[in-house]
């Protein structure tokens, strides 16, 4: 495959199916992402996950460690639980030789899980830094859930040469992988296997970027208003509050069309959300 020098149009993923069970469907791409030598994309609404580039470690998904010069479905290496919950990827991080996506579904709201969303990572590629948070070292070509706790719900990942984090909903952040230079945040070099809270006593964390050998985070101070307090208040009473950096409202605000907060009979907070359904 050679090189291009301008932006070059990816047909297989803009053109319209004329054949098969998808016929007449158009390639609408909702998420994307590029790593070190390989590309991902996702579209119907992130149900259909393609990647390209350079295979070596399975950091393509396709259970071979061959190089793709063209997008290829992957969709069907996922976990079964993957079509059968009807989880969507949302969100694309890809390393240096490896992939990490975000995937979420709707589940009926209640009282631990008032957003009504329950998100699971996914990963593959090169796995000897631990950077697949799947608790073992060992290269994956196909894709495997993360090791995040289940009641945790996470708004934003990234991917470096040999790391990898995420955000949750309440500001935690939590970084696996390859420890040199502390880039895990950790006090230390140790590689962690799965992911690990990073204790930190004074920020709440909005979003993370993963770079070679270092990491950079968006983070609101402690004293601040809280991600708790923020996500209890209407737009009304957040339009008003002058100088707040901009959070997440308990969900990606993609998905989340309004919000209308009111005091419940119990006396706990309840959330009535409309969702917009991805396209």
């Known amino acids: 495959m050679r090189p291009q020098w301008e932006p ?3 047909t297989k993923l803009s053109r319209t199916r004329k054949e098969g069970n998808h016929a007449g469907e158009n390639h609408v791409v909702t998420v994307i992402g590029a ?3 390989h590309s991902l994309a996702a579209f119907d609404a992130g149900r259909r996950v393609y990647t390209w580039g350079r295979g070596a470690h399975g ?3 396709t259970r071979r460690h061959l190089n793709k010069s063209e997008p290829t479905e992957i969709t069907h290496h996922f976990p079964p639980s993957f079509a059968q919950k009807e989880y969507v ?3 694309a991080a890809l390393g240096g030789a490896h992939t ?3 995937c979420e579904r709707i589940v009926v709201p209640h009282l631990t899980n008032p957003w009504g969303v329950e998100t699971r990572l996914f990963a593959w590629g090169h796995g000897f830094n631990g950077q697949l948070g799947t608790d073992f070292i060992k290269h994956l070509s196909t ?3 993360v090791k995040m706790p289940k009641w945790e719900r996470v708004v934003n990942i990234s991917a470096g040469k040999s790391h990898s984090t995420a955000v949750t909903i309440y500001g935690q952040l939590y970084t696996w992988g390859k420890g040199w230079f502390g880039a895990l ?3 230390d070099e140790e590689i962690r296997i799965a992911p690990t809270l990073v204790e930190s006593t004074s920020n709440m964390f909005l979003k993370v970027s993963a770079g070679n050998m270092h990491t950079v985070a968006l983070s609101l101070r402690r004293g601040a208003p809280s991600r708790r307090y923020i996500d209890k208040l209407d737009k009304e009473t957040m339009d008003s ?3 707040t950096p901009p959070v997440y409202l308990g969900l990606p605000r993609q998905t989340c069309k309004a919000i209308k907060v009111r005091r419940g009979r119990s006396g706990l907070l309840e959330e009535k959300m409309l969702r917009e359904r991805r396209l």
């Open 8 to 10: 070059t149009l990816v």
């Open 89 to 91: 990827v949302t969100q």
């Open 241 to 243: 509050m002058k100088g």
């Open 35 to 37: 790593g070190h030598a």
């Open 143 to 145: 894709p495997h859930k």
């Open 59 to 61: 950091r393509l998904g």
């Open 100 to 102: 990490v996506v975000l």
């Open 185 to 187: 945040g950790h006090g």
